[in-house]
């Protein structure tokens, strides 16, 4: 080892790199020399007193210094302002070139070094000791590997990733995102027993800003309430954007009652925020709270939150409420002398507004209700969205019997669920005069929350459910009517 060092500072022993001018050169070492000047990546050779002998193509594109100026210079790291892959810059007493002959070992860094212009290039650096037969270490041979596309497609792999999984506006996870995480985090909880709380937000009276102060504002109260409800969450809670002014945040390892807490601490800082891009108003929300349930899926823990937070709105808006049972729906008084008369599994809760919902029941079975069904979406041209066993969504395009008056006047497309349940009577009952075999729930939404607004609504829903009852022959129990130009 000591050998070794001594001969890095002796000048006077012969440098076999070096190849001196006429010199004959064989063909293998033509070869050699041809095929190391046009490898892509940079090679430099020096000897025991580190001078420089070679020094290739690939190197003089990397460092930008060109080869015949280094050839018999002393190599140092600063000649390339190499740097460790910390930004600190190497000297002279760290050189891993110098560590490699001298322990005769290899040597392998993540570095950089300055280019043409001062464009800091990745690399790797790997120095390798030539030994000779003598088993003395008479230079090293440096390899300098491009890594800056490597690096670049790392970034563009990021940069893919948060298009993947962040909301572009607010910054916050974007709703696929949200929604694989509640998959997991609902396997989670069946497997392991790890409770976890979902919380749901929206901005009370959004589209107020919008129609005051612009759309551009309204993207500023978003990122600003993005950016609270944040702050105001742990790092392994999950903040998404669910759409429009709608947010969720998944809290595991948070009981019900922690959830509600912090849900009520964002409310009350968002209420005494002033705003400056509303004038110095503060805005409101409103949050529906739950935690997951033994036979939860992630569809139902999130309506579950969903309706905490219709509540909430219904209520008065601007507070939280929380629901730990799945909510119900009125189906109004049974006929007398029923009991149990039907299913007592609630109703779904469809999201969104709904502007009428009726029920019925009827005496055909199953089969032939779907039977119905189907001449109903032939005749009115409709698409069927989703059909379950107990439930079938349609896309109504054209209203029967609706006549369109004026130039420009259109279709309002609606949203029709229908909901089916098998009736099961006590025994001690005689069914005889009433044998209705299903119970059926429908209700109406608009597919766009704009037309709610349409002076006609109320009558292009009686013209359809007119159709939709005389197709399904329901005997109906009751009836609601909802406001059409109520909005979340």
Known sequence: MDQTAHSIENPTEPNPFVQVPGSNQNVEQLFQRCMIEHLREGVILVDRQLRVTLWNRAAEELTGIRGAGMINNKWSPSQINLKDRYEKGIDDQHCPVTESIIKAEQTLISATVTGRGGRQIAIDLHSVPVIGHDMKV????????????????????????????????????????????????????HAKGTICSLVVADIDFFKRINDEFGHHVGDHALMSFAKLLQQNTRVEDLVARYGGEEFVIICPNCQVENAVERAEDIRLALERTPMAVINGRCLSASFGVTEFQPNDSATSAFVRADQALLNAKENGRNQVQSLQSNPTQARGDEPAGTEAAHDTTPWKTLKGAVLRQIEGETNAPIGVLIEKIKGFVFDT?????????????????????????????????????????????????????????????????????????RRDLASR????????????????????????TAGR
């Open 381 to 453: 041209e409709a698409n069927i969205v989703f059909a379950e066993p107990d439930h079938l969504r349609i896309r109504v395009k054209k209203i029967p019997g609706l006549e369109l008056k004026r130039f420009g006047d259109r279709h309002t497309p609606m949203l029709l669920d229908i909901e089916v349940k098998e009736i099961t009577r006590s025994p001690q009952v005689d069914d005889s005069a009433n044998p209705a075999a299903l119970r059926v729930r429908i209700s109406v939404r608009m597919v766009r929350s704009r037309d709610r607004r």
């Open 461 to 484: 829903i009686n013209l359809l459910m007119q159709d939709l009852l005389s197709h399904l022959s329901l005997d109906l129990i009751n009836q609601e009517n909802l406001n059409p």
């Open 138 to 189: 008479h230079g090293a041979a440096i390899f300098l590997r491009d890594l800056s596309s490597q690096v670049d497609l790392e970034q563009q792999v990021l940069t893919l990733y948060a298009h993947a999984t962040r909301d572009q506006l607010t910054g916050v996870a974007n709703r696929a995102h949200f929604e694989r995480s509640l998959d997991a985090r609902i396997k989670e909880f």
